[in-house]
């Protein structure tokens, strides 16, 4: 027998309903999200995010997952920007519609001490570790049973919610993990029982590979300048790794924002995914009524619903 | 109510049951696809690709949708291309992890004479005009209640397939449609009534915008050459335009293939979608066996089993 094929999925009721709506909101998911009020916005931490500099100005910032997910690998990313090992690094590897890898091209350079080894297991936690108060329903989904927006962050799990939803949280056993979407960025590896230890990093730049879920550690995402990453030239090895290294994009500067001069760093605020905006957004997400849209999808995948992040001014 | 989730879709199980097989296959999507007989592979006709050339070298290659598809505005596409409408235009927007679209810039010049005018309607076919021995059942969708390949395109229909899809074919009234997945080309447009002539086109470049299927005329697939658009620089106005002329990329020459001499015309073919390699293929890819992999997803969607598409040398 083939598989049954999944029933359409109404975000737009659910998510109205959960709202108090019973209309559709006339608004696109921009303008909803313009609307929001002061309250609805959550700061970034200054040791929650990376600043990597990769010349003539190009600026990438990295938020970092939240606890408790791949907290050993960011452990490690935080000893390796405060060592400052990164600086002098590069991108080497420029994959059309998949990933940009940065790290030390030779392989040779010493890591510093004091690095966690973590394990397979630590690609997933228990889903029953997480607050139940900041976990938001997501959408269908077909890799996982479950999907979810937790402090920001689409997750996915392998249990379905208690009661269709109606009741938040997990049984005992359930697992939870960060999913791979445009501008993730996770921990390079060798073959397995290798798990990387964070000084090798990519950031997707394709169609969400949802497949590395599980398999990879994922540690957070591309905020701000992601374009200069994805407009890169790509490379012509295998892998997409550049033929010459004269064709590697140097890393002058990479450190945590905390690590940099107040003046200096980087502000940014994120949509919570547990207010009323982020409801009203990701129904828009799902079932667009702006005037370009004559047929609203009636269903969004949980990587076409990004969650907003802006700058502070 | 929240929407019921989904149940785990077993591709894998479906797919191998499907190729008379009972072990997955150890061997990694590409090895399975180097491995296929001549006879699973189909070359793509002359009038079926538009060679589109940016300069410097830089050569794009877009395969066109073949009937019954959108089959108004690929006359259309056709007839400039033979009018030589695009030489002399350019590449004037790209938008990170959306789109490059390329055309008129001025929007002054004049169109050849006896484009078609296609309406709404159009953006979806009637399923059951479509061949069932060339239709191939696609993986379960968040989008739409069934998926399936056709000719070597990835499609999306309103009806489940009957008897889970062993039967194949749609009930009457059953309405079809091409879906949005990276590399995609398609149509610009401005607001409702507009559809387009086709004079406007872009091409995805980022995670698949499922919510533009059946909003907008999808006409083809970049086949060769999408990191001459992928790695271009973003544009900083709004919808990612260039902000100054001068940073736009002109098109020196769009031909259809056909119409090149014959020594300069490209030869591309696809993995056939009916194929036992197709079938073999798109269950690894939902059900990764290679070393690298600690955990097969058991699933992929639409737009994570892309058809492959090689060089003739």
């Known amino acids: 027998m083939l598989a049954t094929l999944l029933p359409f999925l109404f975000v737009q009721a659910a998510a109205a309903q959960a709202a108090g709506q019973t ?183 394709g169609h969400a590979p949802r497949h590395l879920d599980r398999n990879i550690a994922v540690v957070g995402r591309v905020i701000a300048g992601i374009e200069h990453l994805s407009s890169l030239p790509r490379g012509t090895e295998g892998l997409g790794f550049y033929a010459k290294p004269e064709q590697r994009v140097p890393i002058t500067r990479l450190r945590l924002a905390s690590a940099l001069p107040e003046a200096e760093r980087p502000r940014f605020e994120y949509l919570s995914t547990s207010s009323a905006t982020w409801t009203r957004y990701a129904a828009a997400r799902a079932n667009r009524q702006d005037a370009f849209f004559i047929r609203p999808a009636g269903a969004a995948d949980i990587c076409n619903i990004s969650v907003p992040v802006r700058a502070i001014p």
């Open 23 to 205: 209309q559709p909101d006339p608004r696109s998911p921009m303008e909803i999200v313009a609307a929001a009020p002061a309250s609805d916005w959550r700061e970034i931490g200054a040791s929650e995010m990376l600043v990597m500099d990769v010349g003539g100005g190009r600026r990438v910032v990295v938020q970092l997952m939240p606890a408790p997910f791949a907290q050993a690998w960011i452990g490690n990313i935080r000893t390796l920007a405060t060592a400052k090992w990164w600086d002098g690094t590069s991108v080497n590897r420029v994959q059309d519609n998949y990933v940009v890898q940065w790290g030390d091209a030779s392989e040779k350079k010493p890591l510093p001490p004091g690095l966690s080894a973590a394990g397979e297991a630590d690609y997933t936690v228990s889903a029953t570790s997480l607050n139940p108060r900041e976990m938001t329903l997501g959408p269908a989904d077909v890799y996982a049973r479950s999907t979810y927006f937790y402090r920001g962050w689409p997750i996915a799990g392998d249990e379905g919610w208690p009661n269709g939803g109606a009741q938040k949280g997990f049984a005992r056993g359930a697992r939870a993990w960060p999913v791979h979407c445009y501008g993730t960025v996770g921990v390079g590896r060798d073959v397995s029982p290798s798990t990387g230890t964070g000084a090798e990093l990519y950031a997707v730049i």
